[in-house]
Every structure is written in C-alpha cells, then in structure tokens.
T-cell receptor, first 111, second 115 residues
Framework: EDQVTQSPEALRLQEGESSSLNCSYT??????LFWYRQDPGKGPEFLFT???AGEEKEKERLKATLTKKESFLHITAPKPEDSATYLCAVGPGGNFNKFYFGSGTKLNVKP | NAGVTQTPKFRILKIGQSMTLQCTQD?????MYWYRQDPGMGLKLIYYSVGAGITDKGEVPNGYNVSRSTTEDFPLRLELAAPSQTSVYFCASRHRQGGNTGELFFGEGSRLTVL
C-alpha cells in the first residue's frame, strides 16, 4: 500500500538553528516526490519535485534530498517567516494523478 | 490571473442537507482535483478530472459527486451531509504540459462543518 510518513509532527527552532524534516515513503514505482509549504488558513504551495535517489534541490534556506526510501528537507539558519507546515507527497507510477500526502511537519521558528 | 478560486470559504450544514462547493481556475489547466484535509492528517484525494467530461474516484469518494462540464469549473457535490464530512476542502489544478513536476495549484480552501 502506498503511504507517506512525516516526522516529527512538530518542530520548534530558534532563529538560525538549522534542522531537518523527514519524509519516509512506500510507493509503487515512484514518479516524483514533492514538497509543499502550507501557511495557516491557506492552500499548500509547491516547493520542489525530486525524481530519483541522489537528487537535490535548493531554494533559499531550504534544501530537499531524496534516497530510495526517504526524503529530507533541510532548513539552514531558519527565520521566523519559515514557520509553516511542510507537506511531503508522492506521485505513484500506477496513476500519477493519485498523489499521496503525508500529515505534515509543523515548523515554528522563534526569533 | 486569479488562479484557483473556491467558494464558499466557510459553511455550516445540518445533517442530511446537501450543498455544492464551487471551484474555478483561469489557468487553462487540464487536470483538477478535490482534496479534504482533516486536523493532523494529510490531504486525501476525493475525486479528480483529467479534462472536461472525464472524472474519476480518488481515495475517499463516498458521499461526494463531481462533474466537469468545462475546463474551468470542477464543482464538488455533497449529498446528505454527515458529521464525518466536517473538514477543510481544497481544490487544485495542474498543467498537463507540466509533465511529472507534481506542481499542484491550490485554492484557499472551503471550511465545512456539519452539525
């Protein structure tokens, strides 16, 4: 069964304190792993797509990496504006329209 | 471009009532989706459409219906509302030409409470 598990559920950091969020997945024929950011009361906003193990993508203070079983979202020297829920999703090979989302990691960065 | 627009933003229903959540996109996207998000849970796919006249079930379709008469609109119908349908509903769309990028464009959500 295709599934996505994210950890931790919540993470509190001080401004400038780097850390990583984890997304482990089980999927038939991965065609893409996606990271989204969701602010309170808003819809998710796309960040990255990773296609194969070893791939990395960067955007400002965020870097996403992918292995055959999990992905990490590394946050370097975070700022309060990075506070949000970060969602991971996978696109299965059987039907790319049926994305599976994890339950998210709620990040709180204190000044 | 307004992107993906959902209405209403908030609604309270009584058990057994019916309603339609509206979704419109102005990006000429072929693919459209309806998700629900419960507290502490991931987004669950209800229905999706790959183009006008074509719809298919997602992970949690029971109690819902959809139609896609135009490229722009993808309404979600709730028949005989139940408390289990209390949730936040998100509509999303995607470029066909986007290939496998997985970039979904989401609306702001519709918060539904069934009492």
């Amino acid at each position: 069964e295709d599934q996505v598990t994210q950890s931790p559920e919540a993470l509190r950091l001080q401004e400038g304190e780097s850390s990583s969020l984890n997304c482990s997945y089980t999927v038939s024929g991965l065609r893409g792993l996606f990271w989204y950011r969701q602010d309170p009361g808003k819809g998710p906003e796309f960040l990255f797509t990773l296609y194969s193990a070893g791939e990395e993508k960067e955007k400002e203070r965020l870097k996403a990496t992918l292995t055959k079983k999990e992905s990490f979202l590394h946050i370097t020297a975070p700022k309060p504006e990075d506070s949000a829920t970060y969602l991971c999703a996978v696109g299965p090979g059987g039907n790319f329209n049926k994305f599976y989302f994890g339950s998210g990691t709620k990040l709180n960065v204190k000044p | 471009n307004a992107g993906v627009t959902q209405t209403p933003k908030f609604r309270i229903l009584k058990i057994g009532q019916s309603m339609t959540l509206q979704c419109t996109q102005d990006m000429n996207h072929n693919y459209m989706y309806w998700y629900r998000q419960d507290p502490g849970m991931g987004l669950k796919l209800i229905y999706y459409s790959v183009g006008a006249g074509i719809t298919d079930k997602g992970e949690v379709p029971n109690g819902y219906n959809v139609s896609r008469s135009t490229t722009e609109d993808f309404p979600l119908r709730l028949e005989l509302a139940a408390p289990s349908q209390t949730s936040v509903y998100f509509c999303a769309s995607r470029h066909r030409q986007g290939g496998n990028t997985g970039e979904l464009f989401f609306g702001e959500g519709s918060r539904l409470t069934v009492l």
